[in-house]
Protein backbone atom coordinates (compact mmCIF):
# COMPACT_ATOMS: atom_id res chain seq x y z
CA UNK A 1 0.00 0.00 0.00
CA UNK A 2 1.14 3.29 -0.54
CA UNK A 3 1.86 5.54 2.46
CA UNK A 4 0.35 8.85 3.39
CA UNK A 5 1.31 11.85 0.96
CA UNK A 6 1.26 15.06 1.16
CA UNK A 7 1.91 18.09 -1.16
CA UNK A 8 3.76 20.23 -1.71
CA UNK A 9 6.67 19.20 0.27
CA UNK A 10 7.92 22.73 0.31
CA UNK A 11 6.29 26.15 0.19
CA UNK A 12 7.42 29.67 0.67
CA UNK A 13 5.00 32.33 1.26
CA UNK A 14 4.86 36.18 2.67
CA UNK A 15 2.86 37.41 5.83
CA UNK A 16 -0.63 38.27 4.80
CA UNK A 17 -1.06 35.54 2.11
CA UNK A 18 -3.30 31.94 2.27
CA UNK A 19 -1.83 28.73 1.80
CA UNK A 20 -3.65 25.44 1.00
CA UNK A 21 -2.20 21.86 1.84
CA UNK A 22 -2.88 18.60 0.82
CA UNK A 23 -2.89 14.96 2.06
CA UNK A 24 -3.63 11.80 0.74
CA UNK A 25 -4.63 9.28 3.51
CA UNK A 26 -3.38 5.81 2.74
CA UNK A 27 -6.18 3.86 0.91
CA UNK A 28 -8.73 2.79 2.51
CA UNK A 29 -7.98 4.90 5.57
CA UNK A 30 -10.56 7.13 6.71
CA UNK A 31 -9.40 9.82 9.30
CA UNK A 32 -7.04 12.40 8.45
CA UNK A 33 -5.24 14.07 10.95
CA UNK A 34 -2.85 17.36 11.18
CA UNK A 35 -0.57 18.84 13.58
CA UNK A 36 1.92 21.29 13.39
CA UNK A 37 5.47 20.56 14.20
CA UNK A 38 7.96 23.62 15.38
CA UNK A 39 11.20 23.61 17.57
CA UNK A 40 9.28 26.06 20.06
CA UNK A 41 6.05 24.35 20.86
CA UNK A 42 7.22 20.81 19.55
CA UNK A 43 4.13 18.98 18.01
CA UNK A 44 0.37 19.96 18.11
CA UNK A 45 -3.04 18.77 16.94
CA UNK A 46 -4.69 21.04 14.41
CA UNK A 47 -7.89 19.01 13.64
CA UNK A 48 -8.84 15.46 12.62
CA UNK A 49 -11.74 14.34 9.99
CA UNK A 50 -13.42 11.38 8.97
CA UNK A 51 -15.78 11.10 6.49
CA UNK A 52 -15.90 14.67 5.40
CA UNK A 53 -16.81 15.80 8.87
CA UNK A 54 -14.50 17.54 11.81
CA UNK A 55 -14.75 15.59 14.81
CA UNK A 56 -11.84 17.16 17.09
CA UNK A 57 -10.02 20.19 17.06
CA UNK A 58 -7.07 21.56 19.02
CA UNK A 59 -6.00 25.39 20.18
CA UNK A 60 -5.55 26.86 17.32
CA UNK A 61 -7.09 30.09 15.61
CA UNK A 62 -9.63 30.44 13.09
CA UNK A 63 -7.24 30.90 10.28
CA UNK A 64 -6.22 27.06 10.43
CA UNK A 65 -9.03 25.69 8.97
CA UNK A 66 -9.41 22.16 6.80
CA UNK A 67 -11.89 20.12 4.86
CA UNK A 68 -12.14 16.58 3.57
CA UNK A 69 -13.57 15.37 0.80
CA UNK A 70 -15.62 12.14 -0.05
CA UNK A 71 -12.71 10.01 -1.05
CA UNK A 72 -10.89 10.95 1.91
CA UNK A 73 -7.81 13.71 0.83
CA UNK A 74 -7.87 16.24 3.14
CA UNK A 75 -6.76 20.09 2.90
CA UNK A 76 -5.94 22.23 5.12
CA UNK A 77 -6.05 26.17 4.36
CA UNK A 78 -4.34 28.93 6.57
CA UNK A 79 -5.37 32.55 5.92
CA UNK A 80 -3.65 35.74 6.92
CA UNK A 81 -0.09 34.00 7.34
CA UNK A 82 1.96 35.24 10.43
CA UNK A 83 5.47 34.37 10.88
CA UNK A 84 4.40 32.10 13.88
CA UNK A 85 2.80 30.00 11.26
CA UNK A 86 5.82 28.68 9.60
CA UNK A 87 6.41 25.17 10.43
CA UNK A 88 6.13 21.72 9.48
CA UNK A 89 2.85 21.18 9.02
CA UNK A 90 2.41 16.70 9.27
CA UNK A 91 -0.99 14.91 8.16
CA UNK A 92 -1.30 11.23 9.64
CA UNK A 93 -4.33 9.09 8.59
CA UNK A 94 -5.88 5.97 10.06
CA UNK A 95 -9.01 3.95 9.74
CA UNK A 96 -10.92 5.88 11.94
CA UNK A 97 -13.33 3.39 13.46
CA UNK A 98 -12.63 2.87 16.80
CA UNK A 99 -13.25 -0.34 18.95
CA UNK A 100 -10.82 -2.94 16.70
CA UNK A 101 -7.51 -2.91 18.25
CA UNK A 102 -4.85 -1.13 16.26
CA UNK A 103 -7.74 1.26 14.16
CA UNK A 104 -6.85 4.73 16.06
CA UNK A 105 -3.03 3.95 15.23
CA UNK A 106 -2.06 7.04 12.93
CA UNK A 107 0.77 6.64 9.96
CA UNK A 108 2.10 9.84 8.93
CA UNK A 109 3.33 11.74 5.67
CA UNK A 110 6.24 12.82 4.96
CA UNK A 111 5.25 16.80 5.84
CA UNK A 112 4.91 19.91 4.13
CA UNK A 113 7.31 22.69 5.50
CA UNK A 114 5.67 25.84 5.17
CA UNK A 115 8.06 29.23 5.67
CA UNK A 116 6.41 32.62 6.31
CA UNK A 117 8.33 35.49 5.28
CA UNK B 1 -5.70 18.00 30.38
CA UNK B 2 -3.88 15.22 29.53
CA UNK B 3 0.17 15.80 29.25
CA UNK B 4 3.30 14.00 28.11
CA UNK B 5 6.85 14.55 29.59
CA UNK B 6 10.03 13.38 27.96
CA UNK B 7 12.51 14.40 30.61
CA UNK B 8 15.62 13.11 28.28
CA UNK B 9 16.48 16.10 25.31
CA UNK B 10 19.12 13.46 23.93
CA UNK B 11 20.46 10.45 24.86
CA UNK B 12 23.71 8.79 23.30
CA UNK B 13 24.38 4.89 22.98
CA UNK B 14 27.14 2.69 21.82
CA UNK B 15 25.91 0.80 19.09
CA UNK B 16 24.84 -2.47 20.32
CA UNK B 17 24.30 -1.53 23.31
CA UNK B 18 20.75 -0.92 25.14
CA UNK B 19 19.25 2.46 25.88
CA UNK B 20 16.23 3.34 27.30
CA UNK B 21 14.06 6.48 26.78
CA UNK B 22 11.52 7.46 29.25
CA UNK B 23 8.02 8.68 29.27
CA UNK B 24 5.66 9.36 31.67
CA UNK B 25 1.91 10.85 31.12
CA UNK B 26 -0.72 12.37 33.22
CA UNK B 27 -4.45 11.26 32.21
CA UNK B 28 -7.49 10.79 34.11
CA UNK B 29 -9.25 8.59 31.61
CA UNK B 30 -8.88 4.92 31.61
CA UNK B 31 -9.26 3.97 27.95
CA UNK B 32 -6.39 5.39 25.83
CA UNK B 33 -3.17 4.18 23.68
CA UNK B 34 0.68 4.82 24.13
CA UNK B 35 3.20 5.15 21.11
CA UNK B 36 6.59 5.83 20.45
CA UNK B 37 7.09 7.25 17.37
CA UNK B 38 10.25 7.96 15.80
CA UNK B 39 11.42 10.62 13.28
CA UNK B 40 15.01 10.40 11.65
CA UNK B 41 16.51 13.91 10.18
CA UNK B 42 14.32 12.92 7.12
CA UNK B 43 11.41 14.21 9.16
CA UNK B 44 9.07 11.53 8.38
CA UNK B 45 7.53 10.33 11.46
CA UNK B 46 7.68 6.90 11.83
CA UNK B 47 5.88 4.45 14.57
CA UNK B 48 7.73 2.34 16.52
CA UNK B 49 5.47 0.71 18.86
CA UNK B 50 2.20 0.83 20.27
CA UNK B 51 0.53 -0.27 23.86
CA UNK B 52 -3.07 -0.42 24.90
CA UNK B 53 -3.74 0.71 28.13
CA UNK B 54 -6.12 -2.24 29.36
CA UNK B 55 -3.61 -4.62 28.51
CA UNK B 56 -0.94 -5.75 30.99
CA UNK B 57 1.33 -7.13 28.70
CA UNK B 58 4.39 -5.14 27.46
CA UNK B 59 4.37 -4.49 23.57
CA UNK B 60 7.80 -5.44 21.67
CA UNK B 61 8.62 -5.39 18.13
CA UNK B 62 11.67 -7.20 17.14
CA UNK B 63 14.58 -5.25 19.08
CA UNK B 64 11.92 -2.16 20.50
CA UNK B 65 9.78 -3.16 23.84
CA UNK B 66 8.11 -1.17 26.11
CA UNK B 67 7.76 -0.52 30.20
CA UNK B 68 4.45 0.19 30.35
CA UNK B 69 3.60 0.93 34.26
CA UNK B 70 0.18 1.83 34.19
CA UNK B 71 -0.22 2.93 37.65
CA UNK B 72 2.73 5.09 37.67
CA UNK B 73 2.02 6.68 34.01
CA UNK B 74 5.13 5.34 33.06
CA UNK B 75 5.89 4.19 29.19
CA UNK B 76 9.79 4.08 28.42
CA UNK B 77 10.92 2.37 25.53
CA UNK B 78 13.51 -0.04 25.30
CA UNK B 79 16.21 -0.64 22.17
CA UNK B 80 18.36 -3.36 22.00
CA UNK B 81 21.24 -4.08 20.49
CA UNK B 82 21.39 -0.58 19.31
CA UNK B 83 21.97 0.27 15.17
CA UNK B 84 23.15 3.30 13.53
CA UNK B 85 19.81 3.69 11.97
CA UNK B 86 18.00 4.03 14.84
CA UNK B 87 19.35 7.62 15.13
CA UNK B 88 16.63 9.85 15.10
CA UNK B 89 14.50 12.03 17.57
CA UNK B 90 11.72 9.53 19.89
CA UNK B 91 8.14 11.02 20.53
CA UNK B 92 6.08 9.53 22.94
CA UNK B 93 2.64 10.31 22.04
CA UNK B 94 -0.75 8.98 24.38
CA UNK B 95 -4.17 9.55 22.62
CA UNK B 96 -7.35 9.14 24.63
CA UNK B 97 -9.03 6.66 23.01
CA UNK B 98 -11.04 7.29 20.19
CA UNK B 99 -10.46 10.93 20.03
CA UNK B 100 -7.89 10.51 16.77
CA UNK B 101 -6.26 13.95 19.00
CA UNK B 102 -2.07 12.61 20.07
CA UNK B 103 -0.80 14.51 22.61
CA UNK B 104 3.17 14.61 22.07
CA UNK B 105 6.26 14.82 24.53
CA UNK B 106 8.87 17.01 23.38
CA UNK B 107 10.84 14.24 22.08
CA UNK B 108 14.60 12.70 23.35
CA UNK B 109 17.30 12.79 20.51
CA UNK B 110 19.16 9.44 19.96
CA UNK B 111 22.30 9.51 19.35
CA UNK B 112 24.10 5.69 18.10
CA UNK B 113 27.88 5.73 18.51
CA UNK B 114 29.72 3.59 16.29
Known amino acids: KAGVTQTPRYLIKTRGQQVTLSCSPISGHRSVSWYQQTPGQGLQFLFE???????NKGNFPGRFSGRQFSNSRSEMNVSTLELGDSALYLC????????????????FGPGTRLTVL | AQTVTQSQPEMSVQEAETVTLSCTYD???????LFWYKQPPSRQMILVIR??????QNATENRFSVNFQKAAKSFSLKISDSQLGDAAMYFCAYEHAGTYKYIFGTGTRLKVLA
Open chain 1, 92 to 107: ASSSGTSGASGTDTQY
Open chain 2, 51 to 56: QEAYKQ
Open chain 2, 27 to 33: TSESDYY
Open chain 1, 49 to 55: YFSETQR
